[in-house]
């Protein structure tokens, strides 16, 4: 399976905090069956994103920990205007091993009514945005319209494996399958943290997808289309499933 958003690399955001953490979640990682991780670390107000030190954080965890899982670069990219501005200018800087696939996050506070605007002009810098966990964003759950419209525009979109697990409670579940449901999701990742909590383990989310869904769609979700992320490639997209036309989808189905 590949991976393409995790905080793995130690001292650098609210992920691992040492070295020794960083190698156990790789470790854990490799035990479920991961051959390849990016490495996420967050670009916003808080966390400032340096790419050299970015690139020895991942030689120095590379070389602790073995060949595998492949680590690589990326970027947890928040839509801040000093970010936007920066990526138009250097559009490989925050893109998954510096190619063409930028994953996003939104603020828990604010979803700007320019965001269509906003990617528009990333694609025609050559960056493809990824929305990350939308099904955790509560200003999301209410807009998944507006998300499925950016998606008809050239997003894609990224859920939290736990979140298929009931790890971010009922609502999280609940929107991550509506998600599913209506072919809205294009890569499931681990978003992992630390080794308790917020893991790299991925394969129970697969196993429950092949179950709940189909293997064929766990395979795309889990490696196909996430392989294609790292290697900057197309990837081949299932057209959104219509609306029921006497239900709104977004709403909860418990």
């Known amino acids: 399976m590949v991976d393409i958003h995790s905080h793995i690399l130690s001292g650098l955001d609210d992920g691992a905090a040492t070295l020794e953490d960083s190698i156990a979640m790789l470790r854990l990682a490799a035990e479920s069956g991961t051959t390849d991780i990016v490495a996420t670390p967050h670009a916003n107000t808080e966390f400032s994103f340096d790419p050299g030190l970015i690139g020895q954080k991942i030689a120095e965890l590379q070389d602790a920990a073995g060949p595998l899982p492949r680590i690589h670069r990326g970027c947890d ?19 998954i091993n510096h190619l063409c696939y930028l994953l996003v996050e939104f603020s828990d506070l604010l979803i700007p009514r320019t965001t269509q605007e906003i990617f528009d002009r990333l694609q025609g810098a050559g960056l493809t945005p990824i929305v990350t966990h939308p099904e955790r964003n509560a200003l999301l759950h209410t807009r998944l319209d507006q998300l499925q419209s950016w998606v008809e525009n050239g997003a894609l979109v990224q859920v939290t494996a736990g979140s298929l697990l009931g790890v971010f409670g009922r609502t999280a579940k609940s929107i991550a399958t509506q998600l599913m449901n209506r072919n809205l999701v294009h890569f499931i990742a681990s978003d992992a943290h630390d080794t308790r909590h917020r893991t790299p383990v991925l394969r129970d989310a697969y196993e429950y997808v092949e179950k709940a869904w189909n293997p064929s769609l766990a395979k795309l979700l889990f490696i196909t289309a996430p392989q294609a992320v790292i290697v900057g490639e197309e990837i081949k997209l299932l057209d959104p499933a219509p609306v029921p036309a006497n239900k709104k989808w977004y709403r909860f189905g418990f």
Do not use: M
């Open 77 to 95: 990219f928040h839509l801040t205007l000093e970010n936007i501005q920066d990526a138009l200018a250097h559009p490989p800087k925050y893109a």
